[in-house]
């Protein structure tokens, strides 16, 4: 989906087309907190294949890799490697380590190869599988509740002649809703 049909999905269970309670950049930094939640407890995995270079050992992460599951280093087959000499063994790609945001390979490369990466990382927007959609707008959904129970927190009971208008529960209703709406979340989404 993309962040224009993210926002009228939001619209509707919100009812707010008219953007009265959020403005539409409201709804859609809501919107990217709920993808980075949904992220925290599923985050995406990908592939890359990471070039690399002789005599470079440290690489910048791909981008939207938080951190590295596996990495394919390039080698010989195992035949060769039964009969291979000490020499080309002690030169041979043996090992990675991630630092940060970089990747860095033991010994340091003597020729250029390619290097896959199981990456692990956040998800965009647009790249949430659409059967997860659902997950993302109730989170959305309950960070507006959020919202406007913090908002009407200031609400309270007043008299107009002989009639009584009570707004003081209004944020307790919004909290509760705010509640239900994460637990659904939380059941849907195990951490």
Known sequence: MTLAEWAAALNDRIKDSGNVLFTAAEKEAHIQAAVQEYGRRRPRHFYSDLTITAGTQAYALPGGCAWVVEAILPG?????????????????????????????????????????????????????PDEESELVLLAAHARC???????????????????????????????????????????????
């Open 76 to 128: 010989p087959a195992i035949e060769t490697l039964q009969n291979e000499d000490p020499e080309d063994a002690a030169v041979r790609l043996r090992g990675w380590l991630l630092v940060d945001d970089h990747f860095y390979l033991f010994p340091v490369p003597r020729e250029d190869a390619t290097v896959k990466l199981h990456c692990v990382g956040s998800w965009a927007v647009d790249e949430v």
């Open 145 to 191: 509740c959020e919202v406007l129970a913090t908002d009407s927190a200031r609400a309270f009971a007043f008299w107009s002649g002989n009639e009584k208008f009570d707004r003081s529960q209004v944020s307790e209703h919004y909290r509760a809703l705010a509640g239900d709406l994460w637990r659904q979340f939380a059941r849907r989404l195990p951490a």
